[in-house]
């Protein structure tokens, strides 16, 4: 290579190593200018976003806004759990940092948990961090005995026991509940107000789930109790409500001696539901349990499904409210016979009185009517017999006849379950073909009657899904007689009327509708993976293709 050749080299390095430079430093500025402009935009989308109205909104509504999403979205749902999708209060967190600091700074916002389904271990202490110190609601379940499942609730859930206010234990079967309640026994719980203890499985064995303690070192703020036909045994508590449910699948009776035991811990108890059957037959002679201060008892016919008869178990004299709820005219009869032998000793205090679908007999006492005087409300279901109606009828006859005061004097309001009743037809105008029916012929006479003997009703509801038919025929009747009574229509399916029995859509239903919606969940899951196993390889895990899925790309 000669002299000139190697100038021309050397000048070609040095001109591409300049390039280069002037390139890199046109880059350099290039990715400057671009940081530049997504700052200036970002500023500009703030400025943006804090002309806008909802970004105006204080702290301290916003908060309140968040805590009214987080109430009503579904607690859980399968749907989101496959598509990984995050809480109503993790997304309100991830809008704009001002909504996340409201977020984070919101401690009630986080206070929910659900272990170990939705919130794992992680999650879980992120959660419990971030409620700084407010009341909790923990649902635990559907329990399974785990060693690591056992440790996270042993080490990090129960030393925040302090903190619950709503504890829902659910159990898969008897033998993990007792194991569940074993671990919350030699505890305290100071903020506890409401606890609810769900046996949801199937029941390997036959018999009474198994009694336990609970909370054996306090929980004096319980106000609302409510169990699963177990017997748990807390210390005396001024707790005002106590539920009794029946579990999936066939009756396990409560024994007489264990509920004994555990409704003798409630001295001030005012609301009673007993949905779970009891005993009949007892080895030794178990006490009368004193139920003096008791306002509103409801009684299941499953309760009473054995044979025994209610206040054979429990004394209840000044009661208010009464609800029967699926009972036949022989559980109908032995209570009725009970009220009317009791007379004047109790249920002089006695005001509301609902039969939801229950059966009467012919036979009925009408001293019935003498011994509750008191009684203003009344509901029944309205069917071919319709014998207290008549009942009731007859004896304001009589009272008018003799001149004197009728039997249940204050009675205002009258609500009829129109769903066992089959309505006349009907033609132009609202008016039957037919005459009136003997189930009309009845009501009419009850309101006329009444209000000749200055007693006249207030109100009658009719409810049911033919709630409006039946009201129209019973206005067609009543004008004929040129009478008038206020009326009220409520068009309802047959399944909302159990709300006039004393369910309510409160905690507890939105807890059991939680652990429904879960199990439904968890055994469609399970179907899949039957039917996929019978054309998936042998060595196939669905554990590798999760943290494969899962993980980083």
């Not at 004097?409 to 005459?435: F, I, K, M, N, W």
């Not at 006249?456 to 009201?471: E, I, Q, T, V, Y």
């Amino acid at each position: 290579m000669n002299h000139d050749q190697v100038g021309v080299s050397s000048n070609t390095q040095e001109d591409f190593d300049q390039i280069t430079q002037q390139i890199r430093a046109l880059q350099s500025s290039q990715d400057e200018l671009s940081r530049s402009i997504r700052n200036l935009q970002v500023r500009a989308a703030r400025i943006q976003n804090q002309k806008a109205a909802v970004s105006r909104i204080p702290s301290d509504v916003l908060s309140m806004i968040f805590e009214e999403c987080r109430q009503l979205n579904p607690q859980w749902s399968g749907v989101l759990f496959i598509l990984h999708q995050s809480p109503v209060e993790v997304r309100l967190s991830h809008v704009s940092s001002h909504w996340r600091e409201v977020a984070l700074t919101s401690p009630s916002l986080w206070s929910s948990i659900h272990y170990p389904f939705a919130h794992k271990e992680d999650p879980l202490m992120e959660y419990l961090k971030r409620s700084d110190g407010s009341l909790l609601d923990v649902y635990i379940g559907p329990w399974r005995q785990h060693p690591q499942i056992e440790r996270v609730l042993t080490d990090i859930i129960l030393p925040h026991l302090p903190r619950f206010r709503q504890l829902v234990l659910d159990a898969v079967s008897r033998e993990t509940l007792t194991s569940l309640l074993t671990t919350f026994r030699d505890v305290s719980a100071p903020a506890l107000t409401r606890l609810r203890v769900m046996c949801r499985g199937p029941m390997s064995t036959a018999g009474p789930i198994a009694s336990a303690k609970l909370f054996t070192k306090g929980a004096p703020l319980l106000s609302d109790v409510r169990f699963d036909s177990v017997v748990v045994i807390l210390p005396k508590t001024e707790a005002k409500t106590l539920h009794f449910c029946p579990p999936l699948g066939p009756p396990f009776p409560l024994t007489r001696e264990k509920l004994f035991r555990a409704v003798s811990a409630f001295p001030s108890l005012r609301r009673l539901h007993v949905k779970s059957a009891i005993e009949l037959n007892i080895a030794t002679p178990i006490p009368l349990i004193r139920l003096p201060s008791l306002r509103e008892l409801v009684v299941h016919g499953l309760a009473v499904s054995t044979g025994i008869r209610i206040f054979d178990v429990i004394s209840t004299p000044n009661i208010e409210s009464l609800y029967l709820v699926d009972m036949n005219c022989s559980a109908i009869s032995a209570i009725h016979r009970f009220m009317t032998q009791s007379y004047p000793d109790a249920f002089q205090s006695l005001r509301v009185l609902r039969y939801i679908r229950c059966e009467f007999s012919e036979d009925m006492d009408i001293h019935f009517l003498r011994a509750t005087p008191g009684i203003s409300q009344l509901l029944i279901p309205v069917d071919k017999t319709n014998y207290l109606m008549r009942m009731l009828v007859n004896s304001d006859k009589q009272a008018a006849i003799h001149g004197c005061a009728p039997l249940w004097p204050e009675l205002r309001t009258v609500t009829l379950h129109t769903s066992g009743y089959c309505a006349q037809v009907v033609g132009a105008g609202g008016v039957p073909d037919d005459e009136p029916s003997p189930t009309m012929n009845l009501l009419q006479e009850l309101v006329t009657g009444r209000k000749m003997l200055g007693r006249p009703l207030s109100k009658l509801c009719f409810k049911g899904p033919n709630a409006g038919p039946f009201a129209n025929e019973f206005h067609w009747g009543l004008n004929r007689t040129k009478h008038f009574v206020p009326t009220e229509v409520v068009f309802c399916q047959i399944h909302a009327l159990s709300q006039d029995g004393g369910q309510e859509y409160d905690w507890a239903v939105v807890a059991e509708a939680y652990g429904m919606q879960l199990r439904q969940f968890l055994q469609q899951v399970q179907g899949i993976r039957h039917q996929l196993a019978t054309i998936l390889p042998p060595n196939f895990s669905f554990q590798q293709l999760r943290r494969r899925v899962d993980g980083p790309a």
